[in-house]
């Protein structure tokens, strides 16, 4: 199964609105992506739920 969802994000070092690419045949997953505009790196975690996101968080990976 795939399912790849765009979603919206904000970057904890530069606040900028980011596109985060989530697998949401996953029910829960935890990774570090570097941010596209700043760089730097960011501990992305989220839960998901019938398909769709149920929880996100973006958090400072340093
Ligand atoms: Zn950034």
């Known amino acids: 199964m795939n399912l790849l969802h765009g979603q919206d994000a904000t970057c904890p070092h ?35 739920a019938d398909g769709e996101v149920a929880e996100l968080s973006v958090e400072s990976g340093e």
Not at 29 to 45: A, I, W
């Open 14 to 48: 530069c606040w900028e609105t980011i596109n985060l690419t989530l697998d949401l045949s996953v029910p829960e997953q935890s990774y570090v992506e570097d941010c596209p505009v700043c760089c730097k790196p960011m501990v992305v975690t989220y839960t998901t």
